[in-house]
C-alpha cells in the first residue's frame, strides 16, 4: 500500500538510501582496522509527511506492519525501533521533530547482510533533513544513525554499515579507518562490477565463532604489546606468536595491507587478486570459512569474467562477493547459480538485482 492509502494525504518529501557490500577488509573493524565498501544498487525509499494527531506513524510495505507512537510512549521494538531512534537523536541534537506520518519500502534483501538495517536508518535521517530542512551533513547522519541502531534497536554495530551508506555509491567505495574514522570516497576499479550471491547457509556459528576471534586478537595485540593489531604492518612480527593467535594476527594484519595497497588505486585485475588472497586468509587464518562457501568462491574464481571473489561478513555462512567485468555480472552470477545447485546447495542472487 502506498503513502496516501495508508495515511490519507500526499506525502511531503522522500529520500533514499542504499545497502552495502564490503568488497575488502573482514574482521579488521574491531582490531581498528581498515574497511572498503560499498554501496549497492537496491535502495530503501521513505516518505514523510507532518502527522496531524499528535503521534509518530510508521508504517512498512516489506513488513506490512504500522506502528503508532504517542507522547511519552516506550521506546518501540521491530522496524520502528530504527526510526524512532532517528528521531530521538535528532531531538538530542537540539532539533524539535514534529510528529511524522512515515512510509518504508525497500529493495534491500532484509537480514541477509547487505545492512538493510543502516539504510533505514539512513534514509529516514534524509527524509527528515529534506522535511525539517535541517543543516546537518552525511557524516553526522551516518554517526546519527549508528547511535540510532546502538541505543534504541539494541544491535552493537561499528560504524561502517552507516557511513557506506550515508556516503558511498555503486560508483565509489568507501575506505574507512575505523580507529581514527579518517575515510576517502575512492573510484570503483575501472570496468568492474560487483556480484553478491548469498549461499543460502545461515551463519548460526557466526555470534559464538565471532566473539572468540575478536577474543584471540586481543590476546594478540597484547602479546605483541599494541593497542590493537592495526598498528601492525609487517606479518613476520606475528611469527612467534603461539597458535591460533599467530594465525589470527595474520590474517588482520595482511588484510589490512591489501585494503591499504586497493586505496593506492589498483587495476580490477589486482583487486580480484586481493579478494582471492582475502578468502585464503579467512579460510586458512583466521578460519571462518565453511564449505559452502568455499565451494561458491571457488566456482567464482573459476568463471571467465571473474577477477576474484571472497566471502564477505563474518563468515560461518551468509554471502559471498565478487569482482566481475563489467556488464557481465548477471550472466555471470546466474551460470555459477546454476553450478552451485547442481552440486546439492540453495543459494540466491543478491546483486545485482535479476528477477
Ligand atoms: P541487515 O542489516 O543485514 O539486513 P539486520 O538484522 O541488521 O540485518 O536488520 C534487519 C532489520 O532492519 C529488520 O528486522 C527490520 O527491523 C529493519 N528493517 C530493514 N529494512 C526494513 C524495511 N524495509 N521495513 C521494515 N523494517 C526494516
Ligand atoms: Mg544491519
Known amino acids: 500500500m502506498d503513502f496516501e492509502q495508508i495515511f490519507g494525504a500526499s506525502p511531503e518529501t522522500e529520500a533514499s538510501a542504499p545497502g552495502r557490500v564490503n568488497l575488502l577488509g573482514e574482521h579488521t573493524d574491531y582490531n581498528d582496522g581498515f574497511v572498503l565498501p560499498t554501496a549497492i544498487p537496491q535502495r530503501t525509499t521513505v516518505q514523510l509527511g507532518l502527522s496531524q494527531d499528535g503521534q509518530h506513524h510508521f508504517y512498512s510495505v516489506e513488513l506490512d506492519e504500522r506502528v503508532s507512537i504517542s507522547e511519552g510512549n516506550h521506546t518501540p521494538s521491530g522496524f520502528a525501533s530504527y526510526i524512532f531512534g532517528c528521531v530521538r537523536l535528532l531531538e538530542r541534537e537540539g532539533y524539535t521533530v514534529p510528529s511524522v506520518n512515515l512510509h518504508v519500502t525497500s529493495s534491500v534483501p532484509i537480514g541477509s547482510g547487505l545492512s538493510s538495517s543502516a539504510a533505514l536508518e539512513v534514509a529516514t535521517l534524509r527524509g527528515l533533513r529534506s522535511l525539517l530542512n535541517l543543516d546537518i551533513d552525511d557524516v553526522r547522519i551516518a554517526q546519527l544513525a549508528q ?88 606479518p613476520q612480527a606475528a611469527e612467534d606468536l603461539p597458535e591460533p593467535q599467530r594465525r589470527r594476527a595474520r590474517h588482520v594484519i595482511t588484510e589490512d595491507n591489501r585494503v591499504l595497497e586497493a586505496l593506492q588505486g589498483v587495476s580490477a585485475e589486482r583487486f580480484g587478486e586481493l579478494m582471492n588472497a582475502s578468502h585464503a586468509s579467512l579460510r586458512d587464518d583466521y578460519e571462518v570459512s565453511v564449505p559452502a562457501l568455499d565451494t561458491l568462491v571457488a566456482m567464482l574464481q573459476e568463471t571467465p569474467g571473474v577477477f576474484g571473489a571472497r566471502l564477505t561478513g563474518a563468515g560461518f555462512g551468509g554471502a559471498c562477493v565478487a569482482l566481475v567485468a563489467a556488464g557481465k555480472g548477471e550472466a555471470i552470477s546466474r551460470e555459477v547459480m546454476e553450478r552451485y545447485m547442481r552440486s546439492g546447495y540453495s543459494g540466491r542472487i543478491l546483486v545485482p538485482e535479476v528477477s
Open 147 to 234: 547511535q540510532a541502531e546502538i541505543q534504541y534497536s539494541g544491535v552493537q554495530c561499528g560504524i561502517m554499515d552507516q557511513m557506506a551508506s550515508s556516503l558511498a555509491d555503486t560508483e565509489h567505495m568507501l575506505f574507512l579507518d575505523t580507529r581514527s574514522l579518517d575515510r576517502q570516497v575512492i573510484p570503483f576499479p575501472s570496468g568492474a562490477e560487483v556480484v553478491v550471491i548469498d549461499s543460502g547457509v545461515p551463519r548460526t556459528l557466526a555470534g559464538s565463532g565471532y566473539n572468540q576471534r575478536r577474543a584471540e586478537c586481543e590476546e594478540a595485540a597484547h602479546l605483541l604489546a599494541v593497542k590493537a593489531l592495526r598498528d601492525i604492518t609487517d
